[in-house]
């Protein structure tokens, strides 16, 4: 039997190696998921954990207790210790890996009397604290060590960090005295500042709190301070702050394991006990979701494609071998054997290409972590690869599936006889015919689009709120591309079919030839044109899908950032007199705020090609006056807007026209043009449509704007001339999510003024402003910049880093990277698939060639017969697919591009991008393959002996 | 009468898989005459298929003429024998051929075609399948007719387009006798009433006696011949 099925295999060579390469690329993009998910939602998770720990400067996964232990008429150490035991057990439920445990305890702050202070000084307040094991983690500064325990009536030496020290206005040497804390000769106990300690390493993860936070308190030994507890433990609230921490391992924390660890937190979560990781993990495991759900479907698409493959070249195999499995079967082998020696056959195919598979898998995998764009990878740190259960579970499944689809069609060939064989009906149409398929699938691809595309906006706020997306939005596409497919192969044959009935006479042998065979071989010749419609058009929806999306997001996030780059200097100010006397009930002035030294930017005019100052304020003010202008009966309109609903601008317009980012395509006319209109009127504003709507506001029409100081004060109101209304203004958003009472989200509008930069300085004064850059090359210089000139940034962007940080995300990479494999698996098997079954079917056809040529059909006619066919079949799918691909793209990109836009309410309108680049690539390959197809065919045709044919054919 | 093929000392030598050269066709010579049916008998392996094709200008003998009403028809101009396959020649072949994605009108209406036939076309299929029985067969594809009426077909389809010359290779190999006795009776009709002749091959002993002329074929050679004129 084995050696039976290897020369069979042997026979078909060609279709045995492009069935094999289908399978491979099938097992490994099955495999691929699990592989790929493994390493990106770790690294997800690692990385989320660390930057949520930069941004909060805590160690990236602790739990945190904090209570106050009353220990009135009771023993403090051993409350202490009771509560330290019970926290214990109570975090033993969580599974992750301990790194530390730090506690420490602490008393209130108690007034002291000071030998080195007048008595005025005695507000002054100092706490005592505990921290085990702080010895081996300070440095001391200056001065000597604590003393270690209590003797009564001697002078207690306690530590004290550099804060405290100088916050405190302590001296080294200063003795202190408090008064409930005395001997047993009831005289107050001496307390000596002996010495002052900063952290050996601050960036030890012993130190939870770092040194400095504790200003308030010195530190002294557990012995003393239990006494110092027992001393002040007759009152009732006598208690003591004890704060915990236990540190995890973060980096060895399980992104499978994460789930289960979130639940018990979010359990044992309380008062007393928090987790700072809580909320990191909560919004992981959302996108971890996304990250699945867009890796499932993204996938889909692809893995019909391979199936439909595999299907169709081991059909086409099998339709090769029916004579011999019938002579077989008539030769009283079993079905069941028949069965085997294809069972047998797919097995071993499968398995080789099961092993090859999944080590494409990995390297797909790892290629994905580097894709950047569609059809770009770039360099970066390769994602952990690693073969889990699940690995193994898919690539089984896949490896099974394989198997399957390859001996399915053998089932009901192998019990046909030869006679049966040779009688049977062919006239049967195929099954999806029959059951109107496509047109199922097209009535439900309508209804996908239609019922979405008529709730965009909520499915935005759904995705915003954490829920997860339908998938059938993104089936829709797939569905229709396939349903499409489907529809054309049942179409064109019957256009082609009308063609030649329209010139029936007329038609040359050759052309007569073709539209026969065109129109009557349909279902054989179905699958093919199935598959072709189907790659052209997916090859086309993936390219375009990717381009927009990455298009779209890069530009959104550039026109949100307004520039390249943006530095906002602090500037100084006397703001805390003023929040003194505010805080004492004085009136206090205007802040005024003194601009730093500007010539120490002009170093970077060299390597910009735009520098702009720009003020940005969020609190303001704006209502309509009664200066309206326009006719006569016009009443002023209601225009009041609250603080914090509008954004105003303040921009010198050449600057600014020559710095900020502003796409070309999203207005109709130039945006220098409303600038333009500004720049004269030093009142002259520009307002945002949303607002000329909202309001029914009309150029000329006047309105006054107020300014808040950071501190909520009026700070000054303007006066403002609109000249003109715009859609969009370089770093607006015009549209923002606010969260509402009960925690849902809430799309709405914001607004926006754009005023003259002086004017605004005129009223009000120099206020902090922003400083916008345009990069003239890559943006290194500004690095340099700021390494090497001191400034106090209170704000500083730079979109490309914006730009990295986002196509790093795993969404956007598995995006361009599964989009690309698909672009390329459908390239490379439409170009397999199509040289496959035109080579057989000329084989298969070489009888009908030798009657054809033994009839007197030239050499010549006979290919042009050929090319003919290949205009009635090939050409039409390919266009249709083309076609498909396009509308396909039209009415499912704004659809799939929601949901990558979930994170923020995308100001821009979304703009489908066809990167004419790839539609070449696409048809080239095509060309390449129908004239490599048309060649061989011509070398099969120039070779054939017609005698020799006909014996062939005979056989 | 003047015969309308002759062909004189022909020739065709082939390798076998050894390389040993071997004659399919050892100076053979032959005359077919003018509306005549020409019986070539022999086993398998005796040249007879071999000798049709040189006829039939589907194949080229290595030496020897072969003639059709005084052209040579045996050049390696291949357009030439093209020319001559389709308007002088109809040919039936053993394992039937039809074309399978046409039906029985197709096929007789592509021949005429091929031929560049002048006439009407849909008067001269129906003309040629009512000759052959199966007239009201004509919109039947090949695989819902049975062995013997796709023959039928194919006999249509050879003489539609009024050939001087029908070549059949074992037209009757496989039918029954009854069904192939039905074909030669077709074949007398044609002769008597198309002006054509016409030249089948058979291994079949037993139909020996219903042509006009029947050579008796061995070893590539002519090794007998029978007038039953």
């Given at each position: 039997m084995l050696h039976f099925m290897l020369e069979k295999l042997m026979q078909k060579k060609w279709m045995v190696l492009s069935l094999f390469a289908g399978c491979i690329l099938f097992i490994s993009i099955v495999t691929l998921s699990p592989v790929y998910m493994h390493g990106a939602l770790q690294k997800m998770l690692t990385d989320r954990l660390k930057s949520n720990s930069l941004e909060t400067e805590s160690y990236p996964m602790q739990a945190v207790y904090t209570d106050n232990l009353k220990y009135y008429k009771k023993d403090?150490?051993?409350?202490?210790?009771?509560?330290?035991?019970?926290?214990?057990?109570?975090l033993e439920k969580i599974d992750a890996k301990i790194v530390k445990d730090v506690s420490v305890c602490s008393v209130a702050p108690q007034t002291y009397s000071s030998d080195t202070k007048s008595s005025s000084h005695e507000l002054f307040q100092l706490g005592f604290t505990y921290l085990p094991g702080m010895e081996d983690h300070i440095k001391l500064v200056d001065g000597e060590n604590m003393t270690a325990s209590y003797q009564d009536e001697d002078t207690i030496k306690v530590l004290v960090s550099q804060s405290a020290f100088q916050k405190s206005k302590l001296v080294l040497g200063e003795h202190l005295t408090f008064e409930k804390l005395v001997n047993s000769k009831k005289e107050r106990i001496t307390f000596e500042i002996a010495g002052v300690f900063e952290a050996k390493d601050p960036e030890d993860i012993f130190w939870c709190d770092l040194p400095d936070s504790y200003s308030k308190y010195c530190f002294v030994s557990e012995d003393v301070f239990y006494k110092i507890c027992t001393l002040l433990g007759d009152s009732e609230n006598a208690g003591i702050d004890y704060k915990a921490w236990r540190l995890y391992d973060y980096e060895k924390l399980k992104y499978e394991e994460s789930g289960a660890i979130y639940k018990q937190c979010k359990k044992l979560s309380s008062d007393t006990l928090s987790f700072s990781f809580l909320d990191?993990?909560?919004?992981?495991?959302?996108?971890?979701?996304?990250?699945?759900?867009?890796?499932?479907?993204?996938?889909?698409?692809?893995?019909?494609?391979?199936?439909?493959?595999?299907?169709?070249?081991?059909?086409?195999?099998?339709?090769?071998?029916?004579?011999?499995?019938a002579v077989l079967k008539s030769r009283g082998v079993y079905s069941y054997q028949i069965l085997g020696i294809y069972l047998l056959q797919s097995a071993v195919i499968s398995f080789a290409a099961a092993v090859i598979g999944l080590i494409n898998a990995c390297l797909l995998a790892k290629l994905i972590g580097l894709s950047?764009?569609?059809?770009?990878?770039?360099?970066?740190?390769?994602?952990?690869?690693?073969?889990?259960?699940?690995?193994?579970?898919?690539?089984?499944f896949a490896f099974l599936f394989c198997i399957l689809v390859m001996t399915l069609p053998v089932i009901p060939k192998c019990k046909i006889t030869i006679v049966e064989q040779k009688r049977r009906n062919k006239k049967k149409k195929v099954f999806w015919k029959r059951m109107y398929l496509d047109v199922i699938g097209f009535v439900i691809a309508g209804y996908v689009y239609y019922n979405f595309s008529h709730q965009l906006e909520q499915i935005r706020q759904r995705i915003r709120m954490g829920e997860s997306v339908e998938p059938t939005l993104f089936l829709g596409s797939s569905l229709f591309i396939f349903s499409a497919s489907l529809f054309l192969t049942r179409v064109i044959p019957f256009i082609i079919s009308l063609i030649y009935k329209a010139g029936r006479k007329k038609?040359?042998?050759?052309?007569?030839?073709?539209?026969?065979?065109?129109?009557?071989?349909?279902?054989?010749?179905?699958?093919?044109?199935?598959?072709?419609?189907?790659?052209?058009?997916?090859?086309?929806?993936n390219s375009n899908t990717a381009r927009t999306i990455n298009a779209n997001e890069e530009k959104n996030l550039r026109y949100e950032d307004g520039a390249d780059i943006i530095i906002k200097e602090t500037f100084s100010s006397n703001i805390a007199g003023i929040k003194y006397a505010l805080s004492k009930g004085d009136t206090a002035g205007p802040i005024v705020y003194t601009e730093p030294?500007?010539?120490?930017?002009?170093?970077?005019?060299?390597?910009?090609?735009?520098?702009?100052?720009?003020?940005?304020?969020?609190?303001?003010?704006?209502?309509?006056?009664?200066?309206?202008?326009?006719?006569?009966?016009?009443?002023?309109?209601?225009l009041t807007l609250e603080r914090g609903q509008t954004m105003l601008l303040g921009i010198s317009t050449k600057d600014f026209g020559e710095t900020a980012y502003m796409p070309a395509d999203v207005t109709k006319n130039h945006w220098y043009n409303e600038l333009n209109k500004m720049a004269p009127d030093p009142y002259a504003v520009l307002v945002s449509t949303n607002m000329q709507k909202q309001f029914g506001l009309q150029e000329g029409d006047c309105i006054l704007y107020d300014i808040y100081d950071v501190l909520g004060r009026d700070a000054g109101f303007a006066k403002g001339v609109i000249v003109g209304f715009v859609d969009y203004f370089p770093g607006f958003i015009n549209k923002d999510y606010v969260q509402m009472a009960d925690g849902s989200y809430q799309l709405q509008d914001k607004y926006l003024i754009v005023s003259n930069y002086d004017m605004i300085t005129s009223v009000i004064g120099i206020q902090p402003y922003e400083r916008w850059y345009k990069n003239a090359g890559d943006n290194a210089y500004i690095y340099d910049?700021?390494?090497?000139?001191?400034?106090?940034?209170?704000?500083?962007?730079?979109?490309?880093?914006?730009?990295?940080?986002?196509?790093?995300?795993?969404?956007?990479?598995?995006?361009?990277?599964?989009?690309?494999?698909?672009?390329?698996?459908s390239l490379l098997i439409c170009s397999i698939g199509f040289l496959i079954f035109q080579i057989m079917g000329m084989k298969e056809r070489e009888l009908n060639f030798g009657v054809y040529r033994a009839m007197g059909l030239t050499t010549k006619e006979l290919k042009k017969m050929l090319l003919l066919e290949q205009l009635f079949t090939t050409f039409p799918a390919a266009i249709g697919g083309a076609f498909t691909g396009f509308i396909a793209t039209k009415l499912y990109i704004p659809l799939i591009d929601v949901t990558y836009a979930s994170g923020t309410a995308k100001s821009l309108p979304a703009k489908i991008l066809i990167s004419s680049m790839d539609m070449l690539q696409l048809g080239m390959i095509l060309v390449l393959a129908f004239a490599l197809c048309m060649y061989i065919i011509s070398r099969i045709i120039g070779h054939m002996q017609i005698a020799q044919a006909l014996k062939l054919g005979e056989e | 009468m003047e015969p309308i093929l002759v062909a004189k000392d022909v020739e065709k030598i082939y390798k076998n898989l050894a390389g040993e050269e071997f004659y399919a066709l050892n100076h053979v010579s032959m005359e077919i005459g003018r509306k005549s049916l020409t019986i070539l008998r022999g086993r398998s392996g005796s040249g007879k298929t071999t000798m049709l094709n040189m006829m039939s200008a589907l194949d080229l003998p290595d030496k020897g003429v072969i003639t059709c009403e005084g052209t040579q028809i045996n050049v390696t101009d291949e357009s030439i024998r093209e020319q001559f396959r389709r308007t002088t020649i109809g040919y039936v072949f053993q394992a039937v051929a039809l074309i399978p994605i046409m039906n029985a009108y197709e096929n007789v209406e592509f021949s005429l075609r091929l031929a560049g036939y002048q006439g009407d076309y849909k008067e001269r299929i129906e003309e040629c399948?009512?000759?052959?029985?199966?007239?009201?067969?004509?919109?039947?594809?090949?695989?819902?007719?049975?062995?013997?009426?796709?023959?039928?077909?194919?006999?249509?389809?050879?003489?539609?387009?009024?050939?001087?010359?029908?070549f059949a290779d074992e037209p009757t190999a496989e039918?029954?006798?009854?069904?192939a006795l039905q074909v030669i009776k077709v074949f007398k009709e044609l002769i008597e009433k198309e002006d054509v002749s016409i030249i089948m091959t058979t291994h079949d002993a037993g139909l020996f006696d219903v042509g006009d002329v029947c050579y008796e074929m061995e070893d590539g050679q002519i090794v007998g011949k029978h007038d039953t004129v």
């Open positions: 403090p150490a051993s409350i202490v210790e009771k509560k330290e035991k019970q926290l214990q057990k109570k990191v993990i909560e919004t992981y495991i959302h996108d971890s979701h996304k990250v699945e759900t867009t890796m499932y479907i993204l996938q889909l698409p692809t893995i019909l494609l391979l199936l439909l493959f595999i299907y169709m070249v081991s059909a086409k195999m099998l339709s090769m071998e029916q004579n011999e499995i950047n764009s569609f059809m770009e990878f770039v360099m970066r740190k390769s994602l952990p690869i690693a073969l889990t259960v699940r690995v193994w579970g898919w690539w089984l038609w040359s042998v050759s052309a007569y030839a073709a539209f026969l065979q065109s129109t009557r071989n349909k279902d054989k010749q179905s699958f093919l044109m199935i598959f072709l419609v189907a790659t052209v058009a997916l090859g086309i929806f030294d500007a010539t120490k930017y002009q170093p970077l005019a060299d390597s910009v090609q735009g520098e702009a100052k720009i003020y940005r304020m969020e609190d303001i003010t704006v209502k309509g006056t009664s200066d309206f202008t326009g006719n006569g009966n016009r009443t002023t309109p209601s910049f700021l390494e090497t000139t001191p400034i106090s940034l209170e704000k500083f962007v730079d979109a490309d880093n914006d730009v990295v940080r986002m196509k790093n995300d795993p969404v956007f990479q598995e995006t361009n990277g599964l989009l690309t494999i698909g672009f390329l698996v | 399948l009512t000759k052959v029985g199966l007239r009201d067969r004509m919109y039947h594809m090949p695989y819902e007719m049975s062995g013997g009426e796709q023959q039928r077909v194919a006999i249509a389809r050879a003489i539609a387009h009024k050939p001087k010359l029908i039918l029954d006798t009854q069904t």
